[in-house]
C-alpha cells in the first residue's frame, strides 16, 4: 500500500550536510506520520526524526537536535532530512518510515520501510 524509497545518501566530511528524500507511493500518503531511522555496523536500528501527517509537529533524537530538520511535501509524496553538522557518529544506513498513526520514536511504531540509503562521514 506503501512504497518508500530513499535518495541522497553518499559520502560527506564532517561538518557538512546532505539531504536525503523519501519518495512516497499510494494514495494515502498525506495522512501517514514519517520517520527516519538509522543503524551503523553491529548496532541497533535507531530513531533520528519524525513528523506528523500535517508537518506541524516534529520530533528529533537528542543526538541530533539543532543539527537536523525533517520536513515533509506532501504535494510531492515526499519526506526530507536535511543533515547539517555532519559527524562520524552519523555514518549509518538511513531509512524512511511510514506509520498510520501518531509519530513514534520505536522502529514498531512504524508499518512501512524503505530499503535504506548510505550516509558515510569521513574526518
Known amino acids: 500500500q506503501v512504497q518508500l524509497v530513499e535518495s541522497g545518501g553518499g559520502l560527506v566530511q564532517a561538518g557538512g550536510s546532505l539531504r536525503l528524500s523519501c519518495a512516497a507511493s499510494g494514495r494515502t500518503f498525506s495522512t501517514y506520520a514519517m520517520g527516519w531511522f538509522r543503524q551503523a555496523p553491529g548496532k541497533e536500528r535507531e530513531f533520528v526524526a519524525a513528523?506528523?501527517?500535517?508537518?506541524?509537529?516534529?520530533y528529533y533524537a537528542n543526538s541530533v537536535k539543532g543539527r537536523f530538520t525533517i520536513s515533509r511535501d506532501n504535494a510531492k509524496n515526499t519526506v526530507y532530512l536535511q543533515m547539517n553538522s555532519l559527524k562520524p557518529e552519523d555514518t549509518a544506513v538511513y531509512y524512511c518510515a511510514a506509520s498510520p498513526h501518531s509519530p513514534g520514536t520505536e522502529v514498531y511504531d512504524y508499518n512501512y520501510w524503505g530499503q535504506g540509503t548510505q550516509v558515510t562521514v569521513s574526518s
Open positions: 513528523i506528523s501527517w500535517s508537518g506541524a509537529y516534529t
